[in-house]
């Protein structure tokens, strides 16, 4: 199983900007899919999720600027971003697993994306 996450870069504060997820070897369709960061000085943590039955959580960080969703491509998942500020820079990370991963129990996820830079800055 591999995963790629594709789509940072950088965003000015109050911009945007859209992450992928994507999987060879294994469908995302109906698992679930997370995203995760890891900014400067902390641990790794969860961003939002969504379940095989596209069930979503968001972390106290995501809520109201972020949503994910199911690609329109096939076994995707998006991570839109939106009004960014620098406290959202950082490495950002998809996951997926069998069974019912919980969200923030980053230990129950079973496979990892190498991650994908974002970087807020004016």
């Known amino acids: 199983v591999q995963l790629q996450a594709s789509g940072g870069g950088l965003a000015q504060p109050g911009g945007s900007l859209r992450l992928s997820c994507a999987a060879s070897g294994f469908s995302l369709d109906d698992h679930a899919v997370g995203w995760f960061r890891q900014t400067p000085g902390r641990e790794r943590e969860a961003v939002s999720c969504i379940s095989g039955t596209s069930n979503t959580f968001y972390a106290g960080v995501a809520k109201g600027r972020f949503t994910i969703g199911r690609g ?45 830079q974002v970087t807020v800055s004016s």
Do not use: I, K
Request: hydrophobic letters at 25%; glycine letters at 14%; charged letters at 15%.
């Open 72 to 116: 329109s491509v096939q076994h995707t998942v998006f991570l839109q971003m939106d009004n960014l500020n620098p406290d959202d820079t950082g490495v950002y990370y998809c996951a997926t697993g069998r069974g019912r991963p919980f969200c923030t129990n980053l230990e129950t996820w079973g496979y990892w994306g190498q991650g994908t």
